[in-house]
């Protein structure tokens, strides 16, 4: 019988890294949405009813507090379960998601957060274009939050030169230039538009702000999403 080589495995290619690790996170934010979350509900509940029985006020305060505090938890998950998968990206478009995202990090933060979309952005944006400037502008607010100590901050999405453009400013302390490239999840930034032969730039000095700006070629005939799934471009 003639001899059959055996066949190679194929190497995945990063993009499909990407994807893998878009899945799973998908799979971890159900299970915290559907599952714990639920749960945390239901306990809920449970205390709000014990607490109606109690007589005693200092034990109906007490479990009264404790049902509080199973509220927060249950939004702080529920903030994970969508910072681990954007599915508002497929509900409410790329333009409307930013504009929440911005909306809620001025809400936990106390930054004020400007959000605008172009009038020449496409309609239907491809659904890895969508999700890298998603990743990148939640990553970039993340630092703006963390390390800015800015109280003010702009996010914008546009097209510039033919390609799909974000920007990401604030009005901070801004950071060393020779700050390492690795830093403030700058490579997975950077890893994320390079797979999609786009381009990072990043703006900074000390005392003067931070500017990131991301430009990624327009597909077509890509798996899309709606820019903004309810309605026209929003400046939120």
């Known amino acids: ?25 998908a799979r971890i934010a159900r299970e915290l949405h559907d599952s714990v979350g639920q749960k ?21 305060t ?6 509080r505090q199973v509220a927060d938890i249950a939004r702080e998950l529920h903030d994970i379960s969508y910072e681990l998968h954007p599915l508002k990206l497929e509900i409410l478009g790329l333009a409307r998601s930013l504009a929440v995202l911005c909306q809620e990090h001025s809400r936990r933060s106390g930054i ?24 990148v502008a939640q990553e970039a607010l993340h630092n ?21 453009g974000l920007i990401v400013a604030d009005a901070g302390q ?19 538009v390079a797979l999609l032969n786009g381009s990072l730039d990043i703006h900074t000095n000390k005392g003067d702000g931070t500017r990131i700006s991301v430009r990624i070629p327009c597909r077509r005939n890509a798996t899309a999403y709606d820019c903004c799934a309810l309605g026209s471009p929003v400046v939120a």
Do not use: K, W
Not at 45 to 54: E, G, K, N, P, V
Not at 62 to 67: D, G, M
């Open 112 to 135: 004020a957060i400007a959000f605008s979309c172009d009038a020449d952005v496409p309609d239907r944006i491809g659904s890895n274009e969508s999700l890298c400037l998603y990743r």
């Open 1 to 25: 019988m003639p001899h059959r080589a055996p066949g190679r495995l194929r190497r995945p290619t990063p993009l499909t890294l990407v994807d893998g690790q878009e899945t799973e996170r």
């Open 40 to 60: 945390l509900a239901l306990l809920q509940i449970d205390l709000d009813q014990i607490a109606c029985t109690l007589r005693s006020h200092a034990e109906r």
């Open 144 to 164: 703006v939050v963390t390390h800015s100590n800015a109280a003010r901050a702009s996010v914008r999405l546009g097209c510039f030169d033919g390609a799909l």
């Open 174 to 192: 801004g950071f060393n230039d020779a700050l390492p490239s690795g830093g403030l999840g700058l490579t997975s930034m950077r890893q994320r």
């Open 62 to 67: 007490r479990v009264q507090a404790l049902s």
